[in-house]
């Protein structure tokens, strides 16, 4: 059974815009393609390796994007419960340690932006997958590279 892919309308969104840019370069593919093959012998020809291999590339991504696709949730706003961290929600946190706040929205891996401003982080990462299910006051410890982490959860509210 394939897996279903939870994610917010802006990240389906953002999927099926990518998908349909691949697609629309199929015939530039197609047309690298044909001009390598009329340098000659297939056998010694790099520009028609690179084609088939950029082309080759492009299907796997397309093929990739069209599953996460067709086996998309998406979490709609009326859905969302404040009561606990989860996809969709912007969660503020503070490290128990060093006392600073931090604020992150939690979203599907393929919408992850931890440049953004609060941090689009994914609901995958170490520290988005220990704080889903959790509550405001809830003390979350996790493990990431560097060592233990302590969070307390602060606020969580809908992301704007």
């Given at each position: 059974m394939p897996q279903e892919n939870v994610m917010?309308?802006?990240g389906y969104n953002k999927l099926k815009k990518e998908r349909d840019e691949l697609i629309a370069r199929r015939p530039e593919i197609a047309?690298?393609?044909n001009e390598a093959r009329s340098y000659g012998d297939l056998s010694e020809n790099a520009e028609?390796?690179?084609a088939?291999?950029?082309q080759a590339n492009l299907e796997a991504r397309i093929l990739m994007l069209d599953e996460k696709l067709r086996n998309a949730k998406i979490i709609k706003d009326e859905e969302l419960s404040l009561d606990r961290v989860n996809i969709?929600?912007?969660?503020k946190i503070k490290d128990t340690k060093t006392k600073a706040?931090?604020?992150y929205s939690l979203v599907d891996a393929t919408e992850?932006?931890?440049f953004a401003t609060p941090a689009r982080i994914s609901v995958e990462s170490p520290i988005g997958s220990a704080l889903i299910g959790h509550k405001v006051k809830d003390k979350v410890e996790f493990t990431v590279p560097s060592g233990q982490m302590k969070f307390e959860i602060l606020e969580i509210h809908k992301t704007e």
């Open positions: 917010t309308q802006d047309e690298m393609l028609y390796d690179a088939k291999e950029e969709g929600l912007t969660v706040t931090k604020v992850a932006d931890p």
